[in-house]
T-cell receptor, first 112, second 115 residues
Framework: SQQGEEDPQALSIQEGENATMNCSYK?????LQWYRQNSGRGLVHLIL?????REKHSGRLRVTLDTSKKSSSLLITASRAADTASYFC????????????FGSGTQLTVLP | GAGVSQTPSNKVTEKGKYVELRCDPI?????LYWYRQSLGQGPEFLIY????????DSGLPNDRFFAVRPEGSVSTLKIQRTERGDSAVYLC?????????????FGPGTRLLVL
């Protein structure tokens, strides 16, 4: 069953603006990951943040994690039209399970 | 190096038919995962292999679904007596390292349409 819930479901911004997407989850986690998907096909891994980390950066991406609130945010700065895609958070739960549990995604549209 | 590849890209079949979907993981990756993604949803876990054995098949929806990885590399997802509700994108992923740093690398998916 889906665990992560992204907010908003859809986001439309102008090129150059920042985009912020949020993710909430329900259980204890080892890590939280963000993926990008174009046109309903393969997912591209963007960034991973471990449960003992609070913030990570990668290029124009900034991810925060608040384990007390069971939430994460993904910030894309200076957005480009090419950033238009669906963005998913996925959690790796604690315990023996190795599979990722995904949210339902945020559809980001960056208007040129 | 090459990423995860999946064949076919698209598969159209009729209700009741049998289909096989193939996944070639990244060379050397010991872990292989199958997920299913319905329209407008995130991927949902089906089955996970560590080497040749299915370490966790708790996500398979019913006994019409079966997957193998006989030599610890290529995997085949098999669906018997397909139903219209099986229509989805089937995604395969592989990884080489477990624990809190594990990253799963996804293939482009197979889009299955059951008429």
């Amino acid at each position: 069953s889906q665990q992560g819930e992204e907010d908003p479901q859809a986001l439309s911004i102008q090129e150059g603006e920042n985009a912020t997407m949020n993710c909430s989850y329900k259980t204890s986690i080892n890590n939280l990951q963000w993926y990008r998907q174009n046109s309903g096909r393969g997912l591209v891994h963007l960034i991973l943040i471990r449960s003992n980390e609070r913030e990570k950066h990668s290029g124009r991406l900034r991810v925060t994690l608040d384990t007390s609130k069971k939430s994460s945010s993904l910030l894309i700065t200076a957005s480009r039209a090419a950033d238009t895609a669906s963005y998913f958070c996925a959690v790796l739960r604690t315990g023996s399970a190795r599979q990722l549990t995904f949210g339902s995604g945020t559809q980001l549209t960056v208007l040129p | 190096g090459a990423g995860v590849s999946q064949t076919p890209s698209n598969k159209v079949t009729e209700k009741g038919k049998y289909v096989e979907l193939r996944c070639d993981p990244i060379s050397g990756h010991t872990a292989l995962y199958w997920y299913r993604q319905s329209l407008g949803q995130g991927p949902e876990f089906l089955i996970y292999f560590q080497g040749t054995g299915a370490a966790d098949d708790s996500g398979l929806p019913n006994d019409r679904f079966f997957a193998v990885r006989p030599e610890g590399s290529v995997s085949t997802l098999k669906i018997q007596r397909t139903e219209r509700g099986d229509s989805a994108v089937y995604l395969c992923a592989s990884s080489s390292y477990g624990g809190a740093r594990e990253t799963q690398y996804f293939g482009p998916g197979t889009r299955l349409l059951v008429l």
